[in-house]
């Protein structure tokens, strides 16, 4: 049994009154994440200001045995941050400066807590560009998305948040410091540690500070709405555009119509760009380094793109305000599905010639046992990342019924159960389907010689037993 009394006092002691917070002072924000798929009291809330600080917490926790779940912007969807109840919550809220942007290495130095956001728009006041980008840009924090290894919109460029960051700090289970934030491309001097802690979503230690590649700002942005007649046309469609862009192509979003729909229907400022008749629209970008021409190349590829067949029609953004308007809509989708009741959301990948016999498949066996059910399907085509949401029907389902017939189909066609989102709590028992058995023991054999004591977020990613 943990001695809570002398560990709270310790606690404060260590941080301070205003460093922990307790009882009716822990308010809703501590409990869940945007899933609302789990709830929890933290028995405490630690809020410490400096990685010594964060080093002394989990000092103190790992002496006492006590369970530590990390949090930041709580924007997860797999319940990773979620605490149990009669854990501690170590909040990086409090951990939020940016600490230096580099111009000579076009680096960005950061603490944990710093939202996605306030990087971007640091990045572009010093005159470069952070490609990272998610819909919880605003709220979602470094991390965060280093915790889950965060993927979005640019994947096909610029890559996942891994390929993202030069170094990392982090605080082990002990309360040991690993001070690896090198501003090096190259560092091949034994293993690269940091890629212990990408995607590990707070099990193996607690992230306090990273220091970011940053890229080039681009000169040019042209971003097109188009309508296909299918997902095999998607297809060629993407790779056409990867050849006549010359590397230039960014994003290449794909919104089924059922998705589209949800959108029409669930969020009125989205103006749609094109009538909801098509089974199957993507959203087109390519960012370049010459404004006057890029622009013009742009729309003649997607000329061509229309007279091959490639494209029903489309719209392109030939301003500031209309290239908002259409990144909306695919920002939007995010927004509609989580008016969804009940609200299970799934996240795959898969190769990308699977993708559409994947969904269909799973919308057919949806709507077989749930006739009335609403299903949004949307995704990163470039990188084989699916997204897939439903209300079953309006039906309280439980949810490892839906799970076991998505991650079936998954498995069917060697997908990943965690394409960008992590595994935390929801995942764990269809991890197997994802990885080996020795993959798996693998993971244990980290997770014992990093936290022997099993206190960093107990019960996510892998089970112990």
């Known amino acids: ?164 960051v030069l170094g990392l700090e982090v605080v082990l289970a002990d309360g040991t410091v690993i001070d690896g934030t090198h501003k090096m491309v190259k560092n091949n001097a034994g293993y690269d540690l940091k890629h212990l802690f990408i995607g590990a979503e707070g099990t193996l230690g607690v992230i306090t500070r990273a220091v970011l590649r940053l890229h080039p700002k681009p000169m040019s942005q042209a971003v097109a709405f188009c309508s296909l007649p299918d997902f095999g046309t998607g297809i060629r469609l993407l790779r056409y555009l990867e050849g006549a862009l010359g590397g ?87 927004e509609a599905v989580l008016k969804l009741d009940p609200f299970l959301s799934f996240d795959v990948s898969m190769p990308v010639d699977c993708m559409e016999p994947f969904a269909r498949d799973v919308i057919e066996r949806i709507g077989a046992r749930w006739p009335e059910a609403r299903i949004g399907v949307f995704g990163h085509v470039g990188d084989g990342n699916l997204h897939l949401v439903t209300d079953a029907g309006g039906h309280a389902t439980p949810r490892a019924v839906m799970d076991e017939l998505v991650y079936d189909a998954t498995r069917a066609v060697r997908g990943s159960v965690s394409a960008e989102h992590g595994i935390g709590f929801q995942k764990r028992g269809w991890l197997r389907y994802t990885r080996s058995d020795e993959e798996i023991a693998l993971m244990r054999l980290l997770k014992r010689s990093l936290d022997p004591k099993g206190i960093l977020s107990p019960g996510r990613v892998v089970d112990m037993v």
């Not at 045995?65 to 009669?86: H, K, R």
């Not at 119509?257 to 199957?280: C, E, M």
């Not at 380094?289 to 190349?297: F, M, V």
Request: hydrophobic share 40%; proline share 5%.
């Open 1 to 164: 049994m943990v001695d809570q009394d002398a560990l709270h006092q310790a606690l404060v002691g260590a941080l301070g009154a205003a460093g922990v917070l307790e009882g009716d002072d822990i308010g809703p924000a501590y409990f869940e994440d945007i899933s609302h798929e789990r709830s929890g009291r933290p028995w405490l809330v630690l809020r410490p200001s400096s990685t010594a600080e964060v080093a002394q917490c989990l000092r103190l926790c790992h002496r006492y045995g006590q369970a530590v779940v990390p949090q930041g912007g709580m924007t997860g969807l797999v319940s990773a941050g979620v605490p149990i109840d009669g854990e501690v919550a170590l909040s990086t809220q409090r951990l939020a400066r940016i600490e230096e942007v580099d111009a000579s290495n076009a680096t960005i130095t950061a603490q944990a807590g710093v939202t996605l956001q306030q990087v971007q728009e640091a990045a572009d006041a010093a005159g470069y560009f952070f490609p990272l980008d998610i819909g919880s840009r605003g709220s979602c924090t470094v991390g965060g998305n280093l915790s889950t290894n965060a993927g979005g919109n640019r994947v096909l460029r610029y890559g996942m948040m891994r390929d993202l």
């Open 248 to 334: 230039r192509l960014s994003a290449f979003e794909a919104i089924w119509h059922n998705a589209y729909q949800l959108v029409l229907d669930g969020v009125p400022r989205v103006r749609p760009p094109l009538p909801s008749k098509n089974p199957f629209y993507v959203l087109v970008e390519s960012l370049g380094a010459d404004p006057l021409h890029d622009g013009e190349q742009f729309e003649q590829v997607l000329h061509q793109a229309l007279a091959q067949g490639l494209v029903q029609d489309v719209v392109v953004g030939r301003s500031e305000r209309e290239v908002r308007a259409l990144w909306e809509v695919r920002d939007a989708v995010s």
